[in-house]
């Protein structure tokens, strides 16, 4: 469902894209995920979206952004918000829907085909109103998970979907694992 001539966005947004893949049992590689795509049409700009922990030392997650930073991406971060939800414990809240939204809506006259890489249902609308302006959507998510993470308006509302899982072989490699206290224990004493 792509054309070799037409413009295309993507917009990752990248904890839902995270969750989705980790779902499904394999890590993102987005050196290949950039590829697969620029070899699908005219690639114009990728956007990947997360929330970040500023007060944090060390986040897991900047050397990744980092890295897409510097490898073709086009990252949209802001501070994620902490507080202590009514039973005491711990939340983290950073949603970037509106920037992506904005930013979609912004570059919908320059491009033929958004690829939106969530299944997110607040996104449904969106969706529409770039189909209205003559973008066609695909949506990048995963029904095979338990539960689907699509919501269905979302994948209905989509030009086309993309089922995240078929593109396990071409975008992903085995998740990075984190050692074990076994492991450690046996390089620390090695």
């Known amino acids: 469902m792509f054309y070799k001539d037409e413009r ?9 894209l995270y969750a989705a ?6 890590d993102i590689d987005y050196k290949l995920l950039r590829q697969e795509f620029m070899r699908r049409g005219k690639l114009l700009r990728a956007f990947y979206y997360t929330a970040l922990l500023e007060n944090d030392e060390y986040s897991p997650i900047r050397p990744l952004v980092d890295w897409l930073h510097y490898n073709g991406f086009t990252m949209v971060t802001k501070p994620a918000k ?5 039973q ?9 829907d ?4 904005v930013d979609a809506m912004e570059l919908a006259p320059r491009v033929d085909h958004i690829v939106l890489f969530s ?26 998970s338990q539960p ?24 992903g490699r085995p998740p990075r694992e984190t050692p074990s206290e076994d492991t ?7």
């Open 21 to 26: 893949a980790k779902a499904l049992g394999f």
């Open 148 to 171: 689907p993470m699509i919501a269905d308006e979302l994948r209905r509302q989509a030009d086309n979907f993309i089922e995240l899982d078929e593109l396990k072989d071409v975008i």
């Open 119 to 144: 299944g997110d249902g607040d996104f449904r609308p969106l969706v529409e109103s770039l189909q209205r302006q003559g973008v066609r959507v695909s949506v990048v998510s995963t029904i095979r």
């Open 98 to 101: 509106i920037e992506l939204t």
């Open 88 to 96: 005491g414990r711990r939340k983290v809240k950073g949603n970037m």
């Open 8 to 16: 295309l966005a993507l917009f990752i947004d990248g904890s839902n």
């Open 82 to 86: 902490e507080f202590t939800d009514s």
């Open 184 to 190: 450690r224990s046996a390089r620390a004493s090695a």
